[in-house]
């Protein structure tokens, strides 16, 4: 079974991940801001998304492939501060048009913030954001950055898609 990786971040967080996913599946993985590469031409799909604003950084690119992307397994990772949670699961499907979320296998990784790497702006952005984020320990990672980049936490992932193989050769 032919498989692939797209993603969009902008950090290196989620690259880093589909890197990792990559090299432990051996799936090709393609960034969707510098590549052609066609869905369509795969079987399944992995989807990587950083999660900024509490949206989905990929949503545009799922709109505008939605034809293609039918009808095939897709694992969806997200990647953002927040842990897994029913909030986050709302992110992701208020990201996606109705009832597209549905269609993904969801697995929630969390990412890396470091302040030295956004602009001046966006570090004013936060600031502001943390001051008015009522929940602490997200307020405490807004206002100082945080790192919970894991490898292991891919492991879900990888699971999915050994499963995908063993059903496709036992079929
Ligand atoms: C401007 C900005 C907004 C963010 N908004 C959210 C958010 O709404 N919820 C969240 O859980 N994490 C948020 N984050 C954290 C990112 O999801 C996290 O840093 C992620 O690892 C970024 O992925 P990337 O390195 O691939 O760009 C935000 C980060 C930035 C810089």
């Known amino acids: 079974m032919k498989g692939a990786i797209f993603f969009s971040g902008k950090y290196g967080s989620t690259e880093q991940y589909a890197n990792w996913i990559a090299e432990a599946t051996g799936l090709p993985v393609f960034d969707i801001k510098d590549t052609n590469a066609d869905p369509s031409e795969f079987e399944y799909l992995l989807i990587g998304s950083s999660i900024i604003y509490f949206k989905l950084t990929i ?73 008015f984020n009522s929940d602490p320990e997200a307020s405490k990672d807004e206002r100082y950055g945080f790192d919970y980049m894991d490898k292991e936490s891919i492991e879900p992932i990888i699971k999915m898609i050994q499963k995908y193989h063993t059903t496709q050769a036992t079929a």
């Open 59 to 131: 949503r545009k690119w799922i709109r505008a492939n939605l034809s293609k992307l039918e009808g095939r397994p897709m694992i969806l990772f997200s990647v953002s501060g927040a842990g897994p949670s029913e909030k986050l699961n709302r992110w992701v499907a208020n990201s996606l048009p109705s009832g597209v979320a549905s269609h993904f296998e969801h697995v929630a990784l969390r990412g890396r913030l470091d302040h030295s790497k956004v602009s001046w702006w966006v570090r004013q952005m936060l600031r502001i954001g943390a001051l």
